[in-house]
């Protein structure tokens, strides 16, 4: 029993440092990962442009908690663009993903450091300080779609 358990702890140990393309079964797996990460992204964003822009009250305590979601969804769909899942299901991701990776992944990290950006402005409550904050980010999200996204 207890040699089964050590090596159910190995195992554990090894999947956990495993890379994140050995997370994914098939490319199909994380295709979709990566647009639901998206999806889930853009509509909490949604949510935050919508009170920037006047569509929906300003509510401090509503935007903080989005821009909250926003900041931590922004870490989990670039895992999913993993080497040889340009193909697989339904996608838009353009090749350029996989043969720019540097300037790929330098797009990325400048989102996530806009919308870390965008969830301290949203703490202080201060309308103006939002709202330069979500037109940065949202500059990011638009490079990015115009650089690596198909139409
Ligand atoms: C959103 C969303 C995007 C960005 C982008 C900003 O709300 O879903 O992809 O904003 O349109 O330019």
Not at 39 to 54: D, E, P, S, T
Not at 64 to 83: C, Q, R, T, W
Not at 119 to 127: I, L, R, Y
């Amino acid at each position: 029993m207890k040699k089964l358990m050590l090596a159910a702890a190995a195992v554990i140990g090894l999947t956990t440092a495993l890379p994140a393309a050995a997370q994914f079964a098939k490319p199909e797996d994380a295709i979709k990962y990566r647009q639901s990460g998206m999806q889930l992204m853009g509509q909490h964003f949604g949510r935050i442009g919508a009170m920037v822009n006047g569509r929906v009250p300003f509510d401090a305590k509503v935007l903080a908690d989005n821009a909250a979601i926003v900041e931590y969804m922004s870490k989990l769909p670039y895992a999913g663009f993993v080497d040889g899942s340009d193909k697989g299901a339904p996608t838009k991701a353009k090749p350029e993903i996989w043969t720019e990776r540097d300037k790929f992944n330098a797009a990325a990290t400048k989102l996530q450091d806009d919308v870390v950006k965008l969830n301290v402005a949203a703490k202080t409550g201060n309308f103006d300080q939002i709202k330069a904050a979500f037109g940065t980010a949202g500059q990011s999200c638009k490079a990015c779609h115009d650089n690596y996204r198909e139409k």
